[in-house]
């Protein structure tokens, strides 16, 4: 069966940086993009980035253009999000996802953004 196991996540001071990955299984990894997502207290699940099977088409939510980088390694069957210029806004449990007939979550891991 599908599985999304997310890791990295932890506690970071402003500006900070963290490296977020997912490693995937059950289903053929190069053929499906990959997106995270991300969760705050009290707020709705929302987009941050997506990159397609071969890793040639990205794109980013408004909120982490420029902070963030989604990419692949297809032969690791790993997403990876790479995080920079963290702020506390972007504490939240990140999840990683793929739509595979439905749309299938890991779940999850804590960033939380505090000095």
């Known amino acids: 069966q599908v599985q999304l196991v997310e890791s990295g996540g932890g506690l970071v001071q402003p500006g900070g940086s963290l490296r977020l990955s997912c490693a995937a299984s059950g289903f053929i990894f190069s053929s499906y993009a990959m997106s995270w997502y991300r969760q705050a207290p009290g707020k709705e699940r929302e987009f941050i980035a997506t990159?397609?099977?071969?890793?040639?088409?990205?794109s980013y939510a408004d909120s982490v253009k420029g902070r963030f980088t989604i990419s692949r390694d297809n032969a690791k069957n790993t997403v990876y999000l790479q995080m920079n210029s963290l702020k506390p806004e972007d504490t939240a449990v990140y999840f990683c996802?793929?739509?595979?007939?439905?749309?299938?979550w890991g779940q999850g891991t804590q960033v939380t953004v505090s000095s």
């Open positions: 990159i397609t099977g071969t890793g040639g088409i990205i």
């Open positions: 996802s793929a739509r595979i007939g439905v749309r299938q």
